[in-house]
């Protein structure tokens, strides 16, 4: 009798547990927007990124839809996203909504932001003005020069206590980058994180700016915003620093960090 009791007991224990018997999916905790581009020479890049996105999704409960432009983008449309993730793509060729429902984005908290590599290729291309907010939201800059045939180097974290470098080593190797000159470094007008040691280019290179940040973040706005310059190669994805850096700052924009 006494051990009917007890196995009577242990299944209406088990049975209130969730996940003992069949569990109800989870519920995602917030939606994810990636802007890629689909053809060029970050082609590759994006090919890589993709999967490790899709991965980190299932891992940290989150969803992620993806656009090729920003045809779709409008204030409601963006309202849906708790991050917005500017995947290689450059601040031109968007059109007047779109760029004005970023901009109220940024401005009102109603998301975070994490920007790679070509959202600094600020100046005037292919026939498009330079996005002077962009400009000033990236911290006064316009790009300049870039090294076209690549370097390694050492990044240095200047800021160890912000959760997106959080666990970071001090200095870390980037391979096969080609590092963006500016025409100033963007220093005073946001929080600098980390920057690229240019003595370290292997091969070395005349393309130098001095203090040359390259992660960094603009306090000046109420939606949390990292950018990243980091993101040409696909072989950065087998990169353990980098690939744990855009994680924490992918997670941090959202505010689940």
Same mark, same amino acid.
């Given at each position: 009798?006494?051990?009917?009791?007890?196995?009577?007991?242990?299944?209406?224990?088990?049975?209130?547990?969730?996940?003992?018997?069949?569990?109800?999916?989870?519920?995602?905790?917030?939606?994810?927007?990636?802007?890629?581009?689909?053809?060029?020479?970050?082609?590759?890049?994006?090919?890589?990124?993709?999967?490790w996105l899709n991965q980190l999704a299932v891992e940290n409960d989150f969803t992620i839809d993806y656009i090729e432009n920003t045809k779709?983008?409008?204030? @409601?449309?963006?309202?849906?996203? !708790? $991050?917005? *993730?500017?995947?290689?793509?450059? +601040?031109? /060729?968007?059109?007047?909504?779109?760029?004005?429902?970023?901009?109220?984005?940024?401005?009102?908290?109603?998301?975070?932001?994490?920007?790679?590599?070509?959202?600094?290729?600020?100046?005037?291309?292919?026939?498009?003005?330079?996005?002077?907010?962009?400009?000033?939201?990236?911290?006064?800059?316009?790009?300049?020069?870039?090294? @076209?045939?690549?370097?390694?180097? !050492? $990044?240095? *974290?200047?800021?160890?206590?912000? +959760?997106? /470098?959080?666990?970071?080593?001090?200095?870390?190797?980037?391979?096969?980058?080609?590092?963006?000159?500016?025409?100033?470094?963007?220093?005073?007008?946001?929080?600098?994180?980390?920057?690229?040691?240019?003595?370290?280019?292997?091969?070395?290179?005349?393309?130098?700016?001095?203090?040359?940040?390259?992660?960094?973040?603009?306090?000046?706005?109420?939606?949390?915003?990292?950018?990243?310059?980091?993101?040409?190669?696909?072989?950065?994805?087998?990169?353990?620093?980098y690939t744990k850096l855009l994680k924490n700052a992918i997670l941090w924009a959202a505010n689940a960090k």
């Amino acid at each position: 009798m006494k051990n009917s009791i007890i196995i009577i007991s242990l299944f209406f224990l088990c049975f209130s547990q969730v996940g003992c018997f069949a569990q109800k999916p989870k519920k995602r905790t917030f939606k994810t927007l990636v802007l890629y581009e689909n053809g060029g020479h970050h082609l590759a890049f994006t090919k890589a990124a993709k999967p490790w996105l899709n991965q980190l999704a299932v891992e940290n409960d989150f969803t992620i839809d993806y656009i090729e432009n920003t045809k779709t983008i409008n204030e @409601a449309f963006l309202n849906q996203y !708790k $991050v917005f *993730i500017q995947l290689d793509y450059p +601040p031109y /060729t968007w059109n007047e909504e779109a760029m004005k429902a970023f901009e109220k984005y940024m401005k009102n908290g109603k998301g975070g932001w994490v920007g790679l590599h070509h959202a600094t290729l600020l100046g005037e291309f292919d026939g498009y003005p330079m996005w002077k907010w962009f400009s000033d939201f990236m911290g006064k800059i316009k790009f300049e020069d870039y090294i @076209a045939d690549f370097a390694n180097a !050492k $990044v240095k *974290i200047e800021d160890r206590f912000h +959760p997106v /470098t959080k666990g970071l080593q001090v200095d870390f190797l980037i391979k096969k980058e080609e590092w963006y000159i500016y025409d100033k470094s963007p220093r005073q007008n946001v929080h600098v994180l980390a920057s690229v040691d240019e003595s370290t280019f292997e091969p070395d290179s005349n393309i130098k700016m001095g203090d040359h940040p390259v992660i960094w973040t603009n306090y000046h706005f109420k939606s949390r915003n990292i950018y990243i310059f980091m993101g040409h190669s696909p072989e950065l994805f087998e990169n353990e620093t980098y690939t744990k850096l855009l994680k924490n700052a992918i997670l941090w924009a959202a505010n689940a960090k």
